[in-house]
């Protein structure tokens, strides 16, 4: 019987099976190697964060159009779409952590199972979070500091993008799977048509044309359902086609499996909750930038999302690093791991450093390319500049935590994402804004401090080698 045929709950044994090239390493390859295996695996994982960024700038540049009241309404509501959808980031994170351990010790039903049990768990999670969201939507703005008509503004686009969120946190899972059996080229390719898909839609519905009358912020959000639905079912097909390093069929696995949802969990739980304290944070700390006024939040939300594009170096490299690390463990290689991790964190910093640079030398015409109010320019430039300082240290953070994490290590970084972002960057803004009088240079300072601090303790951490003994 062809092996594609079958309806039973067998593994499919002679399909792909992991990045070999990487586990045929042994502990005294030489560093070239590595370094060539590190940019192998980082370089899509880079590419995909990038589309990421991109999208969220094209966004903002197509909105910007429309003045900076509707750049504050999307860059908050986005802000508080990806604190709801960090509650999802357990079952991602997990999952890749057991997938990476499974095809490191070619366990294949483990790592199918644990691809399945996640999506399922994310799902359950997910409708219960989205109708709590829309029922809320409107008082969850006027909180968060915008005025009534504003929030009536913003109202039916969060509601859209919580609508996303259900797809894009399914879409994440078996992301995060492929990327744990070291397939970070399909995500890639997946969420670049994603991308494509999302942007050319967003112009078309934004603006109007073909017959349809231009549909403003409700547009932008419309093409960003029906972009998450087209990539979360395009993740699907590809699972099962058996042509990919993680061969997945849904049929007759749709059931809940409590024992694999709790390994996941006591992975993937202080992985989410970090993620829930960050973007919580986050979310807080867009609190105290409105009350700056809607320039000097339309600023900061154009100087975030120019960091977001640039993000995407550190976090390919973080990919890998967490890639790297659960796979080589699960073959029991922890000398392996800890030479990966480090090259990683040294062309992570290095390139976060050039782009600390750039920030520095074209703040000004970065800016300009989202809007020409004068004053939210000079804003913007401001917030950039300070961003600069801070791009070593979040190369640094990165990579480390992703090794972490894909250690089963998920602890450490969640402390220090709580102590770094509610003790010092909230705790630092707050006093320079509200005491000091800096502006949106006391918000900017609290991220600097933050990012150094949190850089050179999990650094700390991984020095101490404990991560390798951490059973999952």
């Known amino acids: 019987m062809d092996k594609h045929s079958s309806d039973t709950d067998e593994i499919v044994t002679d399909a792909p099976r992991g990045n070999r090239a990487l586990l045929s390493f042994g502990e005294q390859a030489d560093r070239r190697t590595l370094v060539r295996a590190v940019l192998q695996l980082s370089l899509p994982a880079i590419g995909e ?20 009241q509707a750049i504050a309404v ?75 008509s504003l929030a009536a503004m913003g109202t039916p686009y969060l509601r859209l993008l919580l609508i996303s969120t259900l797809f894009m ?3 994440a899972c078996l992301s995060g799977a492929l990327r744990g059996a070291g397939d970070t080229r399909t ?120 960091t977001n594009l640039c993000q995407p170096l550190a976090a390919g490299f973080a990919v890998a690093a967490s890639a790297f690390t659960g796979q080589v463990l699960g ?18 910093a290095s390139l976060q450093t050039l782009i600390a640079l750039l920030f520095l ?28 300082l801070s791009q070593p240290g979040l190369g640094i953070y990165q990579v480390v935590a992703g090794s972490l994490r894909g250690a089963g290590d998920t602890r450490a970084p969640l402390l220090l994402t709580f102590i770094g972002l509610w003790a010092l960057r909230l705790g630092i803004g707050t006093l320079a804004v509200k005491v000091f009088q800096m502006g949106l ?15 050179l303790l999990i650094w700390f951490r991984f020095r101490k080698n404990r991560w390798q003994q951490i059973e999952v």
């Open 361 to 388: 030398l074209f703040a000004v015409p970065l800016v300009g390319l989202f809007t020409t109010d004068a004053r939210v320019i000079a804003l913007g430039a401001l917030a950039l500049r300070w961003a600069a």
């Open 441 to 455: 240079s006391g918000v900017w300072l609290g991220v600097v401090v933050d990012q150094w601090v949190r850089a």
């Open 187 to 306: 995500p890639l390719y997946i969420n670049a048509f994603r991308g494509v898909l999302n942007l050319g839609l967003a112009y078309w519905l934004i603006h109007g044309g073909l017959g349809i009358a231009p549909l403003g912020l409700i547009g932008a959000g419309i093409a960003t359902v029906v972009s998450t639905l087209v990539a979360l079912l395009l993740f699907m097909v590809a699972l099962q086609s058996g042509k990919l390093l993680l061969y997945v069929r849904f049929r007759n696995r749709l059931y809940v499996n409590f024992p694999l949802i709790q390994r996941i969990l006591n992975v993937g739980l202080p992985a989410g909750l970090e993620q829930l304290i960050l973007s919580g944070g986050i979310l807080v700390f867009a609190r105290l930038v409105t009350s700056l006024g809607t320039d000097a939040y339309a600023a900061h939300q154009i100087a975030v999302n120019i």
């Open 169 to 171: 946190a399914d879409a």
């Open 331 to 348: 073959a029991h290689k922890a000398t392996l791991a800890a030479k990966t991790t480090r090259i990683a964190l040294v062309l992570s």
């Open 49 to 68: 964060q990038f589309v990421f960024g991109l999208i969220q700038l094209a966004m903002l540049w197509m909105v910007g159009g429309l003045g900076p």
């Open 74 to 148: 999307v860059g908050l509501a986005g802000q508080i779409n990806w604190f709801l959808v960090s509650a999802f980031f357990a079952f991602g994170i997990g999952a890749t952590a057991l997938v990476a351990r499974a095809k490191g010790g070619t366990d294949e039903k483990l790592a199918v199972e644990a691809t399945v049990q996640a999506v399922i768990a994310t799902t359950l999670a997910g409708l219960v979070l989205l109708v709590l969201g829309c029922s809320f939507s409107s008082e969850i703005l006027q909180f968060m500091g915008l005025s009534s």
